[in-house]
């Protein structure tokens, strides 16, 4: 309970910061994407990662005006590197259960749509394999109602569900991102490799785009190479930083 009031009053001292990692071409390198990932910048205790709230945000319902708040954030930052000249991409944004289940999601989306500026198609939603799995035909309705707003839909922490992928292209779902777990040890685990070998060719037959998420090495990167994956995301590249941190990294490309 203390927690949760630290939450709700994290958020009337503005205390929550979004941090972003860049998502790459795996063959060109180019910047394709960012996630927007969350952070609790703590008066004492610092940065506070976002597994240690979350949870607690999502029990006590205060992450849907956590979430609401991520998601302007976001596309207004989205909005700034795009008038900038400095990048004009995709903007992903993680939601969450409560999230999903809200009735007016569409709405509020598009809402915040509007109010930034953002070109629809420069969103996409990312939510969780299982989340999705959960209630199909309410998941199916859902991700129809946004995606009719023009953004794009990604299936985070694909592999780990246990659904299939001839399922879950029932769904009206833009990009799979496979779970790090796959990635981590893809070079040495024969399974892991096979694994995401499948999901890349079976998700390409199926005309989605696949994220290979938590890439950290070289040796990784020529594998996902070798198997044609699209985009990579990972600590190789970048960590998650600050917006002004990314902005400096975006100048000194140029
Ligand atoms: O950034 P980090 O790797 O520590 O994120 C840990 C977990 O928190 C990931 O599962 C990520 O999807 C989740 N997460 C990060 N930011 C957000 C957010 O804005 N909303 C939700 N619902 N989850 C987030
Ligand atoms: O569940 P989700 O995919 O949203 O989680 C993203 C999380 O993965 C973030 O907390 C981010 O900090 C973390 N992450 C991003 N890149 C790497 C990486 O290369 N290695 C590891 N171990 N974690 C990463
Ligand atoms: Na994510
Ligand atoms: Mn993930």
């Known amino acids: 309970l203390a927690l949760e009031s630290e939450l709700r009053r994290a958020l009337e001292r503005n205390e929550f910061i979004v941090y972003y990692q860049p998502q790459l071409d795996v063959h060109s390198g180019e910047i394709t994407g960012m996630e927007a990932l969350l952070r609790w910048n703590h ?3 610092g940065l506070v990662p976002p597994d240690r709230f979350i949870p607690i945000a999502e029990d006590s319902g205060l992450i849907l005006p956590i979430g609401a708040w991520v998601l302007r954030a976001a596309c207004a930052q989205a909005r700034t590197w795009r008038d900038s000249g400095l990048l004009d991409v995709q903007m992903a944004v993680n939601l969450s259960a409560r999230q999903f289940d809200q009735q ?3 709405e509020l989306v598009a809402s915040v749509i509007d109010g930034t500026g953002l070109p ?12 999705v799995m959960r209630d199909p035909e309410r998941s199916s309705e859902t991700l129809s109602r946004c995606k009719a707003l023009g953004l794009k839909i990604a299936v985070d922490d694909f592999g780990t569900g246990y659904s299939s992928l001839a399922y879950l292209r029932r769904f009206p779902i833009d990009r799979l991102k496979i779970d790090r777990s796959f990635i981590k040890d893809v070079v040495d685990e024969p399974d892991d490799a096979a694994i995401a070998q499948t ?6 037959s199926l005309r989605l785009t696949v994220v290979a998420e938590g890439v950290e090495d ?5 594998l996902l190479q070798r198997w044609d994956c699209d985009i990579y995301q990972g600590f190789l590249s970048s960590r998650p930083q600050p917006a002004d941190a990314i902005t400096s990294l975006l100048l000194g490309m140029k």
């Open 218 to 222: 070289e040796a990784q990167l020529r």
């Open 199 to 204: 999901i890349i060719a079976m998700a390409h």
């Open 43 to 45: 008066p004492e205790h």
């Open 120 to 131: 629809p198609d420069r969103l996409e939603l990312e939510l969780t394999e299982s989340l």
């Open 104 to 106: 007016d999601l569409p």
